[in-house]
Nanobody, 123 residues
Framework: QVQLVESGGGSVQAGGSLRLSCAAF????????MGWFRQAPGKEREGVAA???????SYADSVKGRFTISQDNAKNTLYLQMNSLKPEDTAMYYC?????????????????WGQGTQVTVSS
């Protein structure tokens, strides 16, 4: 069983940066894909970025060029570096694991989720 714990959220002004972390515990060797998702009040959960076991990455169009996903396998930790933050990036951010696929547009594929960390960007 894999457990995920996010950290690093907070409040920043527009144009600022944050780095989110997601520590994975348990049997992590079966994980094929790790992703970051976000959900704003009243909106559906959406994929932000994902990385598979080969290091291939994918990003939502809205964050391309601003966000970077990476992972440190030795530390079993996933990261999301967020630069040039905008008020529309305000949301609860979740990391998630998928054992078979890596489809950022399909949050339902991801079977394990963290508890989330709040990111608030003020104008």
């Amino acid at each position: 069983q894999v457990q995920l714990v996010e950290s690093g959220g907070g409040s920043v002004q527009a144009g600022g940066s944050l780095r989110l972390s997601c520590a994975a515990f348990g049997y992590t060797y079966s994980t094929y894909c790790m992703g970051w998702f976000r959900q704003a009040p009243g909106k559906e959960r959406e994929g932000v970025a994902a990385i598979d076991s080969d290091g291939n990455t994918s990003y939502a169009d809205s964050v391309k060029g601003r966000f970077t996903i990476s992972q440190d396998n030795a530390k079993n930790t996933l990261y999301l570096q967020m630069n040039s933050l905008k008020p529309e990036d305000t949301a609860m951010y979740y990391c998630a694991a998928d054992f078979f696929r890596c489809r950022l547009a399909r949050p339902a594929d991801f079977g394990v989720w963290g508890q989330g960390t709040q990111v608030t960007v003020s104008s």
